[in-house]
């Protein structure tokens, strides 16, 4: 027992020299553990005779509690500085931007459309939107397709059932058949019933046809444009898309040529094609002897303007549809149309953007 102040002095020297979690467990176990030297003295109270066992019972089990709090005190110290030091390594600046190495990537079709407005607000137009389901009239009537007219067989329409007749409800009081539109036009009748011209709107939207194959998916996109005032002509036409087509796809000297061709909403009409070659089984877009049609085109069709109640004596203007994947295959060189609905996480790795990617002219559409 004599040993017994000179140990708990040891043992309480020992937990203030634990400088980490593991020294302060060896001198937990060297002073109280089962054959720890505390310990060791509590067994010895066996052979004592009561009086002395009980005054050096006391003894022991006062130093034991001295330790035990050391040892405590001392744990709980280490503790919080073990996790000051992580919190310090650790740091995380929660205002920094996403990381660039994140997962996430923004789709082709998503960057396109955005590369596409960027472009032509650039040239002050402005976003419109219209609804997916249509009726007859906005999709094809007001836009110089009567009933019966032959383009209509031509856009693969998907219908909704037939509504039945209601008095004071009929579906031909209100626009006829429901429809998924099967282009973006329709959103140029929505603009010109409901704003005065001069009118400058771009229209990015999902448009539907009955058609599956290698080249057709029965949902895909397109980006419609219309221009409407009082001075614009054919040439203004041309210069907006010959812009456009060069700012889109980074090249300068990119032939464009207008073709005549033919859309009832238009007059006249023409379909834009840009140059590109094809070396080595390579496509790339440029000079060179090779043509791809991109966009169909043309001055607004004086019916079309009188479906909306804009006087085609005072007013004229021009409108243009692409198709957003088409074009987002040309310019980053996707194969195939089909596996842009595909959701192949590999696929999106490999041609997605990442989401700080924003395309503004200043800053480059594509970096
Ligand atoms: N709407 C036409 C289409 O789907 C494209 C187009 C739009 C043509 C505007 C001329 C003017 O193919």
């Not at 909403?265 to 379909?271: K, R, V």
């Not at 085609?312 to 243009?320: D, L, S």
Request: with cysteine; charged share 25%; net charge negative.
């Amino acid at each position: 027992m004599q040993d017994l102040d000179r140990l708990r002095a040891e043992a309480l020297a020992a937990v203030a020299a634990a400088g980490t979690l593991d020294q302060l467990e060896a001198a937990r176990v060297a002073a109280l553990g089962k054959k720890g030297t505390v310990s060791g003295l509590m067994k010895s109270l066996g052979g004592m005779g009561p009086d002395e066992r009980k005054t050096a019972g006391a003894r022991l089990n006062a130093a034991r509690d001295d330790i035990a709090a050391a040892l405590d005190s001392a744990k709980t110290a280490l503790e919080a500085k073990a996790l000051d030091e992580r919190l310090g390594r650790e740091r995380i600046d929660v205002t920094l931007p996403v990381r660039p190495e994140s997962q996430g990537r923004i789709h082709p079709i998503s960057q396109t459309i955005e590369e596409i407005t960027a472009i032509f607000a650039q040239m002050g137009f402005v976003v419109a939107e219209g609804p997916d389901i249509e009726d007859d009239f906005h999709n094809f009537t007001a836009l110089n397709i009567p009933p019966e007219h032959p383009a209509r067989q031509m856009h693969d329409t998907f219908y909704f059932g037939e509504r039945p007749a209601k008095s004071g409800d009929g579906a031909e009081s209100t626009g006829g058949r429901h429809l998924l539109r099967t282009h973006t036009s329709p959103v140029q009748i929505r603009t010109m019933l409901r704003d005065k011209p001069p009118i400058r709107v771009i229209v990015p939207g999902r448009t539907y046809r009955c058609d599956s194959d290698m080249t057709h998916t029965p949902m895909f996109h397109q980006v419609e444009g219309l221009v409407i005032d009082e001075t614009t002509h054919m040439g203004h036409l041309k210069g907006c898309l010959i812009e456009f087509v060069r700012a889109y796809f980074e090249v300068d000297d990119v032939p464009v040529r207008f073709r005549p061709s033919f859309f009832p909403f238009t007059e006249p009409s023409a379909e834009v094609d840009i140059g590109c070659s094809r070396e080595g089984g390579e496509l790339k877009i440029g000079p060179g002897a090779g043509w791809l049609e991109i966009l169909g085109c043309g001055m607004v069709h004086p019916n079309v303007l009188r479906n909306c109640g804009i006087d085609p004596n005072r007013y004229q203007g021009f409108a243009f549809g692409m198709g957003v994947e088409r074009v987002a295959m040309l310019k980053y060189g996707i194969p195939d149309l089909r596996t842009f609905f595909d959701s192949d996480l590999r696929w999106l790795k490999h041609y997605g953007f990442l989401p700080l990617d924003v395309p503004t002219l200043s800053g480059g559409l594509t970096r």
